[in-house]
């Protein structure tokens, strides 16, 4: 880190130096911990792991705050089910107050054969920390950690922090929205750092300005009493699985953009590109297959809805009978982009699949959850002292502004809460980092950097302030 370029007041050259060795000594330790966390199995869904997973992990979590010095630890039990884990480490009187969030719930392995390492052993493999969750985001629980350590060793922690970790983020759930709606003064803070998102490209400081609303939706087709021969009634006997196929495929115009009747989908981003060359690279397409949509790449997954179908029940290859089949069903995932209603936007979908379905074949579609989008102030005093840090943290480079297609629908949550306070996304999830599929993993520079960043980000808001 070049730290003749450290910004500010006489010694902060000298205070940046000394928190960026406290970080570098603390990193083995760090992996250390990080392996803990990504050992515990913490999906939260108790029909794919048992719930005693995650609250292990948020067990650890609570232990990890005590450990710290925080006062007021608590587990909370959301009304979804999940556990949430608090923490209020007090800083000097008249100090600001910022809230540090990250999530220890993680995504199902997938496919756990695909994987090069265990999913659940952290395993470090050509520089980089494997293993779910890695990144996203019990990395970014390892980050906040590390960087109050480094505050705590050279002059103490300038503000007064709250630590929140949900146990349910990746379900969409709600639980933590509707604790903090029926808690309002649990979470209120001055400044909201949210350790989920990641820079656009490694090496590129970046903050999230915006993030897309989110539902999930579980559809059913029923056409039959029951299975039939496909010899003696295929051919006029409805099938329930092309049914849903034929529902699922009216999203989709012919360039393969998403399109909901009723939903407006032409938007444009207005911020940093995102080169198209650059993203068939990070998404790993195949030679010769084409991206789907239309607008530039930026417009499509930061500034337009989209609809993925996120799963189907239907029969495997492996064993499957010559039979039409009498009822299919299918997991889909909504994203809604900032400007946009979440609710509103379901509906519409609901809607547009009920209408679509073919041949009279009777549908059910449950939504199992959804959280609105949301657009950050990236003008206020909180995004100057973060750029002010990351600058410093990475050799000089200028804090870049991206959105996200993603969602994480306590932002918007806190913003109605709190609409005073500022919300700032950073984490580790680069595109290296693979999050949400197989052989996710966490860059530790990245972790190391970050890390310094948000140290120095709460020294320099707390003189802010």
Not at 268 to 276: I, M, T, V
Not at 325 to 335: F, N, T
Not at 337 to 344: E, H, L, Q, R, S
């Amino acid at each position: 880190m070049d730290l003749s370029t450290a910004p500010g007041e006489p010694g902060q050259a000298d205070r940046t130096a000394a928190v960026a060795a406290t970080v570098a000594g603390l990193m083995p330790r760090a992996r250390t911990e990080l392996a803990e966390l990504v050992a515990f199995k913490s999906v939260a869904d108790p029909s794919q792991f048992p719930r005693s997973e995650c609250e292990a992990a948020a067990s650890w979590v609570a232990g990890a705050l005590r450990d710290e010095g925080f006062e007021d630890v608590a587990v909370l039990d959301t009304p979804d089910g999940t556990q949430s884990v608090y923490g209020l480490l007090p800083g000097p009187a008249g100090a600001p107050t910022v809230l540090l969030y990250a999530h220890y719930d993680v995504q199902p392995p997938l496919d756990e054969a695909a994987w090069h390492t265990p999913p659940f052993t952290l395993t470090e493999r050509d520089g980089r920390w494997y293993g779910r969750g890695a990144a996203d985001c019990k990395g970014g629980l390892i980050m906040h950690l590390l960087a109050l350590r480094a505050l705590r060793e050279n002059g103490g922690v300038p503000v007064t922090v709250k630590v929140i970790a949900e146990g349910s983020e990746e379900q969409g759930t709600g639980g933590l929205q509707q604790y903090a709606e029926a808690h309002p003064e649990l979470l209120a803070a001055d400044s909201i750092v949210i350790g989920d998102t990641g820079n656009f490209r490694m090496g590129l400081p970046t903050v999230t300005a915006s993030l897309r609303g989110m539902a999930v939706l579980r559809v059913g087709v029923e056409t039959l009493a029951g299975n039939l021969h496909s010899g003696q009634f295929g051919g006029a006997a409805p099938d329930a699985l092309a049914a849903l196929i034929r529902t699922l495929d009216s999203v989709r115009d012919a360039e393969g953009g998403t399109v909901i009747d009723g939903v407006e989908s032409g938007s444009r981003w207005e911020g940093l590109a995102y080169p198209e060359e650059d993203f068939r690279r990070d998404a790993k397409v195949l030679d010769g297959v084409g991206l789907t949509g239309s607008g530039s790449v930026a417009d499509r997954i930061w500034a337009q809805p989209s609809v993925t179908v996120l799963g189907i029940d239907c029969p495997p290859v492996v064993g499957a009978t010559p039979s039409v089949q009498a009822s299919a069903r299918a997991v889909i995932g909504l994203r809604v982009p900032p400007g946009a209603d979440t609710a509103k936007t379901t509906e519409l979908l609901v809607s547009h699949l009920e209408s679509h379905v073919p041949w009279g074949a009777r549908i059910t579609v449950e939504v199992v959850g959804q959280g609105q989008p949301f657009r950050a102030d990236t003008g206020s005093p909180a995004y100057t002292a973060m750029a002010e840090a990351l600058r410093t943290a990475y050799d000089g480079a200028e804090m870049q502004i991206a959105g996200q297609g993603g969602s994480i629908p306590l932002c918007d949550t806190l913003s109605s809460l709190y609409p005073l306070a500022e919300i700032l996304l950073i984490g580790l999830s680069e595109p290296e980092a693979q999050i949400h599929a197989v052989n996710e993993s966490v860059s530790p520079e990245e972790l190391e950097r970050m890390s310094v960043a948000e140290a120095l980000f709460l020294h320099g808001y707390a003189q802010r302030v």
